[in-house]
């Protein structure tokens, strides 16, 4: 994945996020020079990997599938310093965009549709092959209990969100025609680099192609701490 992709979308992200009053922390514009000079103090940050956290999947087709995101709390399942049980993210979500097809086998999270246009979001349990089940099942959205046909798309509105429980395979973009969504996520602890089940064979941290200098580092780019 370009770094320039990367840089671009950071940017476009950082705006909506500004223009719909939802304000990011400090951290969000540190400099890579920063990060080389910061101490053991942002050792939360680093070790939770909060941050911005831009992936095209290794796919190549970022428009289409793709995710521009911030993680603002998360924990460390076993780590006693971050025990947090919880975590939160903010997605910028343009339309005709969308994550791939995934589950989580710990995760329960809650997506949000926090303002901007609607989001689509197409649900399946898992079955017990990994593979999507052919089971209808029932859901909870915006509090209301729900019956869902496996692979039926729902649509939320601003003000809208959905539980889904472990082993829910999703898949949300923003709904084309709606303009760009902010999309919340609440979660309990989030583990991108072992709890992403997708169906099929992707990178959840793609390799980067250095075509112009990072604006801002992501959070699985941090360097250690420096003494
Ligand atoms: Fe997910």
Redesign the pocket.
Known sequence: MKRSVINRAICEAAQFFARMNFALPEFAFWSPEQWQNGGPEADEIRDCMLGWDVTDFGVGDFQRIGRTLFTLRNGVHGEPRYPKVYAEKIIYNPEGQR?PL???QS?M?D?INRGGGNILITLWQAGPDNQASEEGFSISVSGLRREVAPGQTLRLEPGDSIC?PPRTI?QFGGEEGTGVSMTG?V?SVCDDRSD?FFLEKLERFPKHEEDEPPLHLLCNEYPPAST
């Open positions: 994550a995934h589950f989580h995760k999270e997506i889904l999703h996520e979660s992403n």
